[in-house]
């Protein structure tokens, strides 16, 4: 079955810098465009990033623009998001997720945690 599973979250200090990874199983990862979304402690969960299945065209919530870079290898089904210039703002459970015939699948979420 498909399986997301996310990993690299943690604590951090304001400025810096965190790299989390999605590793996919189950499914051919290059066949499927990819993202990766966020929820904070009280609040729904927020789009973050999103990558086409190529590794091409990608797009951005506003608030990680030039912050977030969202990647992927396909040799390794892996999905990444190199996240810089944290703030406390970015404290999150941050969600891999992918959607195979209309169906969402998601990871069971890593925390990343900025320290004013």
């Known amino acids: 079955q498909v399986q997301l599973v996310e990993s690299g979250g943690g604590l951090v200090q304001t400025g810096g810098s965190l790299r989390l990874s999605c590793a996919a199983s189950?499914?051919?990862?290059?066949?499927?465009?990819a993202g990766w979304f966020r929820q904070a402690p009280g609040k729904e969960r927020e789009f973050v990033a999103a990558?086409?299945?190529?590794?091409?065209?990608?797009r951005y919530a506003d608030s990680v623009k030039e912050r977030f870079t969202i990647s992927r290898d396909n040799a390794k089904n892996t999905l990444y998001l190199q996240m810089n210039s944290l703030r406390p703002e970015d404290t999150a459970v941050y969600y891999c997720h992918t959607q195979i015939s209309g169906r969402p699948y998601w990871g069971q979420g890593t925390q990343v945690t900025v320290s004013s």
């Open positions: 990558i086409n299945k190529s590794g091409g065209p990608t």
């Open positions: 189950g499914l051919t990862f290059i066949d499927y465009n």
